[in-house]
């Protein structure tokens, strides 16, 4: 992919961001037949992408808040979605357990509308349950005073997992994607943006030759909470465009929830709705919604002057009280109250919310938005994982005029994602890799040691680790344990515990020496602290 920066004189299309957004629009870009290239500055999905609640959804909050067009347009990507990744997304039954005399009719008219609105898109009706039909769908609900409750339907999937399942495909359709590659200025012909200066962070030699100038017919900034950064590296006095909020979510062992139907309560303290899902055999329960002054992320430049300094960099960490509020209010409503001690994995992310008025970041909007700078540096920001293919549709009906491109059709709604299968069973193991389960399978026949698990507690085997470091750009041990797998999200001890396990494989795999691992082992022991509950 590297060598493609060198050999390519100019790229149709230049997309900043390897999250949910970018990797939309290099699928669509490409697909297209566009020359695209994508630059991400860490790893896919390594910010917002990988750690949303794990749902694709209409979103039941913005229907409460009367946001009509946005679950509209939701409903129809999440059937699109399930659609074209059945390998990766599933239907998933919900309950909105009813504890007071109104909630019944309330809640389940109300879901009525939202089976109405999904058409013949929706993933099976809702209906109204008894006390009784509830406690058997989820039998760990709190059974005092509980009335009945509303069964309904939505999608789930392994968020980062699409992430790199959307970069195999963009891939496949011969986009250029690379990772751990920043863009660190703006190339500008006459004031209007003609491409990008980038630095390839995991480059060992002098930093001249780790940088490069790359030409573009159009640039597209989709960096999520970055997203500002940007505006500011084209345009000084650029006006903020996002504002941020940070959700938490707690993973808990299945004994909290052991049913495969998950609880969704409608309103909390902060007028959130709260779920726990049932994901890889863990429960996940979240979110909260609190205003971030600033991304947590952003560090001074030195700090990206090399891969020994990526452990100084934060990501966001859940605040105590934010684990509190999520324990207090699941606690409500379970039969066994899950402790502190009971918590497998915390983990934050940042919203990147269009701004507005209002002053709760709870109200603001979820929907996208595209900003054309006087540069003609192209922005989209907002949106949300379920319209992440409808907001790259979007975005490129704007930058095709704008670089001089010829006219070409929008192919996704119907492009199969890369691992598309049809018949998936959820439970198995390997699952989430779709078609290529086989090639993993291909390399355990050749080494049977590699059939064992990377530790007692994880669900994850060691051939994994080969197959993502030859074929998912698997650079570093945490973007193994964090986004390949899903161990640091389901269980933090027991991803730092297999770190340096992991390290060792992915060494002998990359040729790395010693030093590398016992670096890899530090950067991703100083993240992974934070995901534990104490």
């Known amino acids: 992919m590297i060598q493609q920066l060198q050999t390519t004189p100019e790229w149709d ?182 491409g990008v200066m980038v630095k390839d962070m995991l480059c060992d030699a002098s930093p001249r030759s780790a940088s490069y100038e790359i030409r573009a017919k159009a640039v597209i900034n989709a960096t999520g909470v970055f997203t500002d950064f940007i505006l500011k590296m084209d345009d000084a006095k650029a006006e903020s465009l996002i504002t941020m909020s940070q959700g938490i979510h707690i993973v808990l062992d299945r004994e909290f929830l052991p049913s495969e139907t998950a609880i969704m309560i409608p309103r909390t303290d902060d007028k959130r709705v709260l779920f726990a899902v049932p994901w890889h055999n863990k429960i996940i329960v979240g979110t909260t919604d609190t205003p971030v002054v600033e991304t947590q992320y952003v560090a001074s ?46 983990f934050a992310g940042l919203r990147p919310l269009v701004k507005a008025h209002s002053k709760t970041t709870a ?39 704008k670089a001089g491109l010829i006219e070409a059709e929008c192919k996704t709604k119907d492009l199969p994602v890369h691992g598309y299968k049809k018949e998936t069973d ?5 699952y989430y890799y779709g078609s290529d389960e086989k090639e993993i399978r291909s390399i355990i026949q050749n080494d049977k040691t590699l059939e064992g698990q990377i530790h007692p507690s994880l669900p994850f085997i060691k051939a994994e680790i080969i197959w993502a470091v030859r074929n998912e750009m698997c650079m570093r041990v945490e973007d193994f344990l964090a986004r390949r797998t899903r161990a640091l999200l389901l269980d933090a001890k027991a991803a730092i515990e297999c770190a340096t396990f992991v390290a060792e494989i992915m060494a002998k795999e990359m040729q790395k020496d010693i030093l590398w691992v016992q670096e890899q082992i530090t950067s991703f022991n100083s993240i992974a602290k934070n995901y534990l509950p104490d």
């Open 426 to 430: 959820f439970n198995a193991s390997l």
């Open 13 to 194: 299309i230049c997309i900043i961001g390897g999250g949910a957004t970018g990797l939309g629009i290099a699928v669509d870009s490409a697909s297209r037949g566009f020359k695209t290239l994508l630059l991400e500055k860490f790893d896919f999905a390594k910010g917002t992408s990988s750690r949303s609640t794990k749902l694709v959804h209409g979103g039941v909050r913005y229907l409460q808040q009367g946001n009509i067009k946005l679950v509209m347009e939701a409903l129809k990507e999440r059937g699109t979605l399930i659609k074209n990744a059945p390998h990766l997304v599933k239907n998933q039954a919900f309950i909105v357990p009813n504890y007071k005399w109104w909630e019944g009719p309330y809640y389940g008219i109300g879901l009525k509308v939202y089976d109405w609105m999904a058409g013949s898109l929706g993933f099976g009706p809702s209906q109204f349950l008894s006390k009784e039909e509830t406690l058997t769908l989820a039998p760990t609900l709190d059974a005092e005073g509980l009335r009945g409750g509303v069964l309904y339907h939505d999608g789930q999937f392994d968020d980062a997992r699409l992430a790199i399942h959307l970069a195999m495909t963009a891939a496949d359709h011969g986009a250029t994607i690379i990772n751990y590659m920043s863009v660190e200025g703006l190339l500008k012909t006459n004031n209007k943006v003609c």
């Open 363 to 401: 109200a603001l909007s979820r929907d996208h938005h595209i900003a054309v700078s006087d540069s003609e540096l192209i922005t989209i920001t907002g949106g949300k994982w379920t319209t992440y293919r409808k907001m790259a549709e979007d975005v490129l009906e704007i930058a095709i005029p």
């Open 301 to 346: 430049p030195q700090n990206f002057a090399s891969p020994q300094n990526f452990a100084s960099l934060q990501e966001p960490i859940a605040m105590e009280e934010e684990i509190r509020f999520v324990l207090h209010h699941i606690q409500k409503y379970l039969t066994k109250d899950p402790n502190r001690s009971d918590i497998r994995s915390v």
